[in-house]
């Protein structure tokens, strides 16, 4: 039967997604401790999840009045740290659990990322996955020396090039490339590791690359651009990709849309896996989930939407009154989340919303979109979506940690596995094996 796959939408940040959730009774404190990791590791290991993944952004969310004080103050993801270094020591905590890390093609070096991926690969015995981003702002290019964030459909372009150049390098040493016989004297064939000479219009590197492959092939590549160029991207690369349909109708139009994509772009759709994100709150009767549910709602603050709305679209929120529409220029000119701006033009069925329109259409910083209900309730939901190919899994996000988590592993997965749509139990050592993704082959 086939199987859904289970994302964790990990932060190595002060607070989840939801910017509020640090003010979550339950929330833990110690965000940056080694335990606080290892202890989630080990819940989504227990409930048998594919990936614990960690998001990215390269700087604190300071776009809105260019200052950080609000950020600082509300705790809105003013601390993030680098995910990789997180990932090692969730690895050495685990055996099976896959682990997945965001990193900016706009903003690293491409050999850089190659080589921490597959090193992380090597270390955890094939457990890693890289997640693919472009990067959405300002604050990100002042941060990494830059003036300003490169425009929206360039990003793309550019990263077409670190593409080309990552896969070069992780698929440079063939399988039999080492053969480590000392009476001979020989360490590996040098017929079997090559250079890539990549030399593209934004970038060049020239190899050979310094990482062995590791038992997976290489890291899973993950994707989650949402505009017409980002999910071209993700079809033309993504391996997994993240997405947030949000209905059962546009969701399934979407996914067959996106698979199709793959296809056009010469890849087997049935190797590209599609997770939609999934905020469950969950409890042992309805009525529970729903009291826990009018708490979190108690949590967010409008500072927190405006704030992470700035920092999306690249935009100052603060130099617009909440209901001063804007100007067709600034519509335009935001180079941020595209998809994000055309879904508020979408929603709101206006050309100029205002801020107001913009936290309303997108409920950035409030947890609307969340499902609440009984385990049963919760699983019916994941069910009908997975069985009716609206997606092949979920990226669960966390209205507080590690409280979500652990519900959500005690409660759903049991239902999920009692259903038949979940594995009870890892079937393989890699991720590729969680996921049911092929092993790409070196061989030339
Ligand atoms: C589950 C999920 C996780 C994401 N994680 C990140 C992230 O870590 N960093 C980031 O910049 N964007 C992240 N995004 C957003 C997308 O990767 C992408 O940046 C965004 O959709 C803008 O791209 P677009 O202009 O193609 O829509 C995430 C999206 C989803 C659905």
């Known amino acids: 039967m086939r199987q859904m796959a289970l994302v964790a939408f990990l932060q190595a940040q002060n607070c989840t997604n939801f910017a509020a959730s640090w003010r979550h009774p339950l929330a833990r404190t110690d965000s940056w401790s080694p335990d606080y990791y290892r202890h989630i590791a080990k819940v989504l290991e227990a409930g048998k999840f594919d990936v614990g993944f960690f998001d990215d952004r390269l700087s604190m969310p300071d776009m809105y009045g260019r200052d950080h ?10 601390v993030k740290m680098d995910p990789v270094t997180i990932l090692s020591m969730m690895g050495a905590a685990t055996t099976h659990l896959g682990l997945g ?13 190659a080589r921490v991926f597959a090193t992380l690969d090597l270390m955890t015995g094939g457990r890693a996955a890289w997640n693919v981003v472009t990067s959405v702002n300002d604050g990100e290019a002042a941060n990494m020396g830059k003036d300003h964030h490169l425009e929206h459909d360039l990003r793309y372009d550019r990263a077409d090039e670190f593409m080309e150049i990552v896969l070069g390098h992780w698929n440079s040493w063939e399988e039999d490339a080492i053969v480590q016989d000392k009476a001979k004297g020989l360490f590996a064939h040098p017929d079997k590791v090559h250079r890539i000479d990549y030399q593209g219009k934004f970038l060049k590197s020239r190899g050979p690359f310094t990482v062995p492959r590791s038992a997976q092939g290489h890291p899973v590549v993950i994707q989650a651009g949402s505009s017409g160029r980002g999910r071209r991207f993700a079809a033309e690369w993504g391996e997994l990709i993240f997405v947030h349909y949000r209905d059962l109708a546009s969701g399934k139009a979407l996914y067959a849309e996106q698979k199709a994509m793959v296809e056009k772009a010469g890849r087997d759709p049935e190797n590209f896996r599609i997770a939609t994100l999934l905020h469950p709150v969950v409890a042992e009767t309805r009525a529970e989930a729903e009291d826990k549910k009018a708490l979190i709602d108690t949590l967010p603050l409008e500072i927190d939407s405006l704030s992470l709305l700035s920092e999306a679209l690249n935009f100052d929120f603060a130099t617009k009154g909440m209901d001063e529409p804007f100007t067709d220029e600034e519509i335009a000119g935001i180079s941020g989340m595209q998809a994000m701006r055309d879904r508020v033009l979408q ?58 988590y652990e519900d959500f592993v005690n409660l759903v997965v049991p239902e999920l596995q009692k259903r038949g749509i979940f594995r009870k139990d890892y079937t393989g050592p890699t991720l590729r094996h969680h996921l049911g993704l092929p092993i790409p082959s070196a061989h030339r």
């Open 101 to 113: 890390a965001t990193y900016s093609t706009t903003y690293y070096e491409p050999f850089h990322v």
């Open 69 to 78: 004080a609000h950020t600082v103050q509300y705790g809105i993801r003013c």
């Open 347 to 404: 929603v709101s069925g206006k050309k100029n919303p205002t801020p107001r329109d913009f936290i309303q259409a997108t409920g950035r910083g409030y947890m609307r979109e969340a499902t609440v209900g009984s385990p049963k309730d919760i699983a019916d939901k994941m069910e009908e979506w997975f069985t009716e190919r609206a997606c092949d899994g979920f990226v669960i996000g966390a209205t507080h940690v590690p409280g979500a």
